[in-house]
Structure formats: C-alpha cells, structure tokens
C-alpha cells in the first residue's frame, strides 16, 4: 500500500542516469515522497525552477549533497574549500534544501588529526553561512575503509565529539547504515546524539558479501549483512522519525532499467526497512 511510503526519499545518485527532471517525475509517480539532490543534478539547472518542480510534483526536498572534503594540504586549497561550501550552501538555500549533508574529507599525505583539525576549522568557517539562510548542516561519519581521501572521521562518537566541540544548533549528524552498521558502540552513540536532538539524516542501502566494490556496489536494502530494521529501531528510539533516505552506488543497478530499479527499491523498502 503506498502509505508505506510516506517517509522513503531517494537520493538522486541511487537513480543516476535519469536527470533530475526525469527523476522527479519518477519518484513522484511511484508514491515516493521525498528526494535528496546531489549537487552535480543541478548542473547547468536554473536551480529556483527545479525547487519549484520538486515541490510542485508533491515531493520533499530532504537534502542536498554533498559538502564538506575540507582537509588540504595548501592553505589555498582549503580556503578554496570553504568557499565552495559556502557557494553550495546557498544553492541549497536557492533549491530550498533544508539540509545539507557533510562528507568531512581527509588528505593521505597528512595525518588523520590534522584532517580532523581542518574539518573542525572548515565547518567552524561555514557555519556563519549556514547561518544567514537557515540551513541545517549534518556530518556523515564514514567507514574507516574510506579515511585515506574521503573522510577522517569514521565513526558516530567522532563526529558526536565534533558536534559537541563547536556546539550549534544548525549541526548535527547523519546516519548511514553502510558506514556505520560495523560500530559495536553504535547504540550508545545513537543515544547520545539523540540525547541532544542531533540526529538529522537516516540513509539506507546494504553491505553486500562478498563485494566487488567497496564504493560501487552497494546493495538495496535486504540483499547483504546490516541489521537495518535495527538499526532504525535504535534510531527512532533516540527521537529521529524524518525521512529514511535510500543512496545506492551501484554499477550495476546503474546499467539496468532505472524504472525496474526504482520498483525494486520501492519493494525492498517495504520488505527489509
């Protein structure tokens, strides 16, 4: 019954060969309800107009994705950073994004606490910004098979750590169950951040095993090993009920019919979250 899918949004990279145009009409056509926006859609995109396409087509605009990538080994370069995250911040405020995502970043030819004490600068350097339009910002912790180039903070009491260092309102975090799923301090990091009403984003898809691709192929939801039903137990247990995001990077559903794809995403959401 399609009020099972009252709270499912998709990433726009989970279907990444339809433009965003074609994705919208998509979604919207197959009870979905929400949709977060990658930055590359928007792309040549007058973004105000594709604002209104979302909201007009009866979907929420979840997110944008992705910011962050701070660390740098030039102090051009993060300066460069910041201001590019400022940019997005207000194309997410021109989309009317309530929300944007952080990918902290990290630099192999540095150690991880100097990744870590420019991520704090950078997002101490943006919040102003996010400020002057309202945008709430949320740190996605990653998995640690990613803190060579993609992120140096790796689990959830990290970037609680963080939240509570720079203490805003505007920041908090995001869950994804492929980064985290591993942590056997997940459910007393979900507490604390839920403790404090941090917990912004909830992203789905599976943990395939055996993989071919640690980035590329990822699983839709029931088809590896995370306790997803769990998982999200423990996460509306610590006050989070928004939108449960599906973001799948996968080659191979990629190839295939996106339509057949997007009912199969809509069919796992039913069966395993």
């Known amino acids: 019954m399609m009020e ?7 990433h726009t990279i989970t279907t990444k060969p339809w433009p965003i145009e074609e994705a919208i009409e998509r979604y919207a056509s197959a009870g979905v309800k929400g949709i977060s926006v990658w930055r590359d859609a928007l792309d040549g995109r007058n973004v105000k107009k594709i604002g209104e396409k ?5 979907l929420s605009i979840v997110a944008t994705v992705r910011g962050g990538f701070f660390p740098a080994l030039s102090e051009t370069e993060r300066q460069a950073r910041i ?8 194309l997410s405020a021109e989309l009317g994004s309530p929300l944007l995502v952080i990918v902290p970043g990290a630099h192999p030819g540095q150690s991880l606490e100097e990744s870590r004490r420019q991520i704090r600068k950078g997002m101490e350097a943006i919040l102003k910004e996010a400020e002057t339009v309202g945008l709430r910002l949320a740190i996605e912790p990653l998995h640690p098979m990613y803190a060579d180039t993609r992120s140096a903070i790796v ?9 509570r260092e720079l203490e805003h309102p505007l920041l908090g975090i995001a869950v994804d169950v492929y980064h985290v799923w591993w942590d056997p301090n997940l459910p007393r990091e979900l507490k604390r951040a839920g ?43 610590n006050g989070f009920l928004g939108f449960i995001e599906v973001e799948i990077f996968s080659t191979r559903y990629w190839s ?4 057949e794809y997007l009912e199969k995403i809509t069919e796992a959401y039913r069966q395993h979250v």
């Open 4 to 10: 099972n899918l009252n709270r499912l949004a998709i």
């Open 195 to 237: 403790e404090r009403n941090k917990i912004f984003a909830f992203h789905v898809c599976d943990w395939k095993s055996p993989t071919t691709d640690f980035l590329n192929d990822r699983g839709l939801m029931g088809e590896g090993c995370i306790d997803i039903p769990g998982i999200r137990r423990d996460v509306e247990k």
């Open 54 to 58: 979302i909201r007009s087509s009866g």
């Open 155 to 163: 689990t959830l009491e990290q970037a609680n750590d963080l939240c």
């Open 256 to 259: 295939m019919d996106q339509q």
């Open 83 to 90: 201001e590019d995250n400022k940019a997005f911040i207000q």
